[in-house]
T-cell receptor, first 115, second 109 residues
């Protein structure tokens, strides 16, 4: 089966610019996650979708980050305006259900550098 | 709340050496525990998991035992190879995953 696809792989932007990341989960996976992985740290959950509804966005900085999952398939994560501290790898993951027992599959991530 | 504390790295070992990476957790309930591995330039891959106390997860020569009494899930391998060089993350499962900070392992020939 195809894995979780993410694009772009790398992005360099100046602070205060905007950027968007795209994720295509594994076909049939109802749950989609966006994680932020800052260098030297473990991934931190930003937002969790179940189909096209938001389950948990408590750690999403909503003043600058937004995410959507139209039609319950692909998802887009946007940052506007970007700050230097947003430099990180943004990981998308998907699973059949919203619980550990279903297992997660991670994409390769998008590495964002804000200068 | 839920959290994972992982042994800090980096760790450098010679090929065929014994590996231990320590992981302890704090959790409510009875979550599953996981080890993920991240090779350079790649995403996270599930290495092994254990779903209840005293379970042992194993894969590719790696093992970890879910110890409820010590709230630990230490990763071990008897003989590491150069190809094992990667970053290893301990994680606590549930409705979302809680990851440790990662331990970088470099194996030298």
């Amino acid at each position: 089966e195809a894995g979780v696809a993410q694009s772009p792989r790398y992005k360099i932007i100046e602070k205060r610019q905007s950027v968007a990341f795209w994720c295509n989960p594994i076909s049939g996976h109802a749950t989609l996650y966006w994680y932020q992985q800052i260098l030297g740290q473990g991934p931190k959950l930003l937002i969790q979708f179940q189909n096209n509804g938001v389950v948990d966005d408590s750690q999403l900085p909503k003043d600058r980050f937004s995410a959507e999952r139209l039609k319950g398939v692909d998802s887009t994560l946007k940052i506007q305006p970007a700050k230097l501290e947003d430099s990180a790898v943004y990981l998308c993951a998907s699973s059949l259900g919203g619980h550990q027992d279903y297992g997660y599959t991670f994409g390769s991530g998008t590495r964002l550098t804000v200068v | 709340g839920n959290s994972v504390t992982q042994m800090e790295g980096p760790v450098t070992l010679s090929e065929e050496a014994f590996l231990t990476i320590n992981c302890t957790y704090t959790a409510t309930g009875y979550p599953s525990l996981f080890w993920y591995v991240q090779y350079p330039g790649e995403g996270l891959q599930l290495l092994l998991k254990a779903t209840k106390a005293d379970d042992k997860g194993s894969n590719k020569g790696f093992e970890a035992t879910y110890r409820k009494e010590t709230t630990s899930f230490h990763l071990e391998k008897g003989s590491v190879q150069v190809s094992d060089s990667a970053v290893y993350f301990c994680a606590l499962g549930g409705n979302q995953f809680y990851f440790g900070t990662g331990t970088s392992l470099t194996v030298i020939p």
